[in-house]
């Protein structure tokens, strides 16, 4: 089992900046695919970015999704075996409930929502106008 943490989460204004963090610990993935979903009140959760890697597939993959693309930036530690959000630019849009997830066999792919298999328990974003 992987268990996620998510941290980072707080009360910006627009324009401000945010870093979050997702922390995997119980086994250590050494092929994996990592994203960030965010859901606001009222709506479905959304695709925020992915990273995909594994030693032998010859690099590191990105995705993001469209609203976000040029804002944030999606990074690892493996050492730490945490993931980061950089979030820039921050938009009251922006703000929902933020998840880490992870799947443990890789993918190349950009993955659906179901496709992953942990979960963490959210970090609250909110961008004030």
């Known amino acids: 089992q992987v268990q996620l943490v998510e941290s980072g989460g707080g009360l910006v204004q627009a324009g401000d900046s945010l870093r979050l963090s997702c922390a995997a610990s119980?086994?250590?993935?050494?092929?994996?695919?990592m994203g960030w979903f965010r859901q606001a009140p009222g709506k479905e959760r959304e695709f925020v970015a992915q990273?995909?890697?594994?030693?032998?597939?010859?690099?590191?993959?990105?995705y993001y999704g469209d609203s976000v693309k040029g804002r944030f930036t999606i990074s690892e530690d493996n050492a730490k075996n945490t993931m980061y959000l950089r979030m820039n630019s921050l938009k009251p849009e922006d703000t929902a409930v933020y998840y880490c997830?992870?799947?443990?066999?890789?993918?190349?792919?950009?993955?659906?929502?179901?496709?992953?298999?942990?979960w963490g328990q959210g970090t609250q974003v909110t961008v004030s106008s």
């Open positions: 990273i995909s890697w594994s030693s032998w597939s010859g690099g590191t993959r990105y």
């Open positions: 997830a992870a799947r443990a066999t890789y993918r190349s792919s950009r993955l659906a929502l179901n496709e992953y298999d942990y």
């Open positions: 119980g086994r250590t993935l050494s092929t994996y695919v």
